[in-house]
């Protein structure tokens, strides 16, 4: 595996909106097989939700849990997702942009949201749920407990480990909708953490970050004359 230059891509790559694709050889429990959203990067660290991890309960059930009716009958079954190890009692929703009726076109309509530059937006507050509750809300949405967290330097450092394969979000999700510009990130929850199911997903990795880019490629050919 060829090692990879830290000091000229870690200082500037930004994965926000890139979505982590755990490797074959990252055996950790929480995240072996894991795909995570990134929501944010910076020189700070980074933050993202587990995507393909269904827990045992449901929307419904989660509405339950927290004292409101649930008047969106498409959400019913829908799967809450384990997103992650840190405040795992805490509900994080992705979900498309929802601006708030003011003067300033930007404003999300709930209390307390993260937007992510080019992507979804993930809203913490309780105002998301109780919108839903009315049957109102965002028109699609992903329901996770918990969150994902790396510190200064450490999600750099796991990636030139080999421990992670980045592909921007637009591209994943127009390669496994063929072509639809919707973000159902649960079409995600299928993915297996092989080889064969990277390059059955993503493709090749072509044009991903600089950062994973030949060590990914040697992992591909790698596996393939095995």
Known sequence: VKSVDMSTDSAS????????IAMPGL?????????????EHSERGALGLVINKPSDINVRGLF??????LHREDLNQTPVYHGGPVHTERGFVLHEPVFAASSEPTESAYASTLS??????????KDVLEALSTGAGPRRVFVSLGY???GEGQLESEISENSWLTVAAERAVSRAMGGSCSMPLAAFATFQGDMLSIRA??????GISPLVKENAQDQVCDESSA
């Open 13 to 20: 790559i930004d994965l926000t909106n890139h979505f982590l």
């Open 27 to 39: 055996e950790d429990d929480t995240f072996a097989k894991s795909v995570i959203y990134l929501c």
């Open 64 to 69: 339950d849990k927290v004292d409101l009716p």
């Open 116 to 125: 992510v530059p080019g992507g979804l937006d993930m809203t913490t507050s």
């Open 148 to 150: 994902a967290a790396w």
């Open 201 to 206: 997903a993503w493709g090749d990795p072509q």
